[in-house]
């Protein structure tokens, strides 16, 4: 079963050079809305095992990245293709998996 990979400062920057699309949520172990979208980004790492990378990283633990993507809210879901930026989603969208299960879809 596809796990979401846990992403730190130090290897931000080397999951981005993969050929796959990246979906990584920026998140904190105090944040409500983190949590209610936990499980669902995990979910669609499962669904999305050797199609696309899906990751998380911890704000708190991780300073330098979430400061260089600009993150002012989580939680924050990005969207990574060959490296850039492409999509994002701040906040918890009403039915979030078929949202993000969506947006990733699109970039495959």
Known sequence: MGKALE?????FAEILQTNKVVMVDFWAEWC?????????VEQIAAEFE??????????????????????????AIFFFKNGE????QVGVPNNAKDVLSKKLSALL
């Open 32 to 40: 409500g809305p983190c949590k209610m979208v936990g499980p669902t």
């Open 85 to 88: 930026l492409v999509d994002k």
């Open 50 to 75: 050797g199609r696309a990378v899906v990751a998380k990283m911890d704000v708190d633990s991780n300073s330098v990245v979430p400061a260089e993507q600009g993150i002012r809210s989580i939680p």
């Open 7 to 11: 992403l730190n400062d130090s290897n």
